[in-house]
C-alpha cells in the first residue's frame, strides 16, 4: 500500500535557524497536503501542492513538491517559538481518495 | 462558520465495552473522515464517509465502524474496546469525498480505555 514517510521524526532548532522537513512516498502522488498540529491542539491545514515541481510560500514557509510526485519538503527559515508543533505532509493517489498521513515532524524551538 | 464539532472530547471506558463517538461537519460539507491518532503511529486512517455512503476504509479491525446521516453528522463505534484503542480520535470534514478540498479537523475525542 501507499507509504508516506516523514524525516526528521524529531527537530530541535534554535531560534532564528532554517530547517527542512521531508516527505517521501513510495508511489506518485496525484497531490500532497501540509498540516500543522500544535502541542493538545488538531491538524491544522496549511498548503496544497498539486503540480509537478510547485514551490508554495507561506511568510517564512516554503512548500516543495518533486519534479516526479514522489516527494515534498518544508523549510522553513529564522524559526520562531509559534513554529513548535508538528507538522505532517499527506498524500493522495489519483485513483485512491484516502489521504496517508506521514508520522510527522515535532518541532521543538530553543529561544 | 462554526468549525467541526466532536462529542465527547473526553472519555474513559474498560476493556470490552462499546463506545460511540460523535462528529458533526462544518456547515455544507459532505465529507467527513475519521482517524485514530497515537503517538506511536501517527494519524491513521480509519473510513470516509460521503452523503451517508462509506467512500473509503482503512485497515482497521470490524469492531471499528462508522455511519453518517443526512444531516453530514457522523458517528463512530467501536466495540470490544482494548487497550491498545487508547488514542485521540479526530473528524475531519470536507466539501466533497476527493480529498481535493481542505480537510478540517475536529478538537478530537480522547479516548482511554482501563
Known amino acids: 500500500g501507499q507509504q508516506v514517510m516523514q524525516i526528521p521524526q524529531y527537530q530541535h532548532v534554535q531560534e532564528g535557524e532554517d530547517f527542512t522537513t521531508y516527505c517521501n512516498s513510495s508511489?506518485?502522488?496525484?497531490?500532497i497536503q501540509w498540516y500543522k498540529q500544535r502541542p493538545g491542539g488538531h491538524p491544522v491545514f496549511l498548503i496544497q501542492?498539486?503540480?509537478?515541481?510547485e514551490v508554495k510560500k507561506q511568510k517564512r514557509l516554503t512548500f516543495q513538491f518533486g519534479e516526479a510526485k514522489k516527494n515534498s519538503s518544508l523549510h522553513i527559515t529564522a524559526t520562531q517559538t509559534t513554529d513548535v508543533g508538528t507538522y505532517f505532509c499527506?498524500?493522495?493517489?489519483?485513483?485512491?481518495?484516502?489521504?496517508?498521513f506521514g508520522a510527522g515532524t515535532t518541532v521543538t524551538v530553543r529561544a | 462558520k462554526a468549525g467541526v464539532t466532536q462529542t465527547p472530547r473526553y472519555l474513559i471506558k474498560t476493556r470490552g465495552q462499546q463506545v460511540t463517538l460523535s462528529c458533526s461537519p462544518i456547515?455544507?460539507?459532505?465529507?467527513v473522515s475519521w482517524y485514530q491518532q497515537t503517538p506511536g503511529q501517527g494519524l491513521q486512517f480509519l473510513f470516509e464517509?460521503?452523503?451517508?455512503?462509506?467512500?473509503n476504509k482503512g485497515n482497521f479491525p470490524g469492531r471499528f465502524s462508522g455511519r453518517q446521516f443526512s444531516n453530514s453528522r457522523s458517528e463512530m463505534n467501536v466495540s470490544t474496546l482494548e487497550l491498545g484503542d487508547s488514542a485521540l480520535y479526530l473528524c475531519?470534514?470536507?466539501?466533497?469525498?476527493?480529498?481535493?478540498?481542505?480537510?478540517?479537523f475536529g478538537p478530537g475525542t480522547r479516548l482511554t480505555v482501563l
Open positions: 501542492l498539486v503540480k509537478s515541481g
Open positions: 475531519a470534514s470536507s466539501l466533497d469525498w476527493s480529498h481535493t478540498d481542505t480537510q478540517y
Open positions: 499527506a498524500g493522495q493517489k489519483s485513483n485512491d481518495y484516502k489521504l496517508s
Open positions: 456547515s455544507g460539507h459532505r465529507s
Open positions: 464517509y460521503f452523503s451517508e455512503t462509506q467512500r
Open positions: 508511489t506518485t502522488l496525484s497531490n
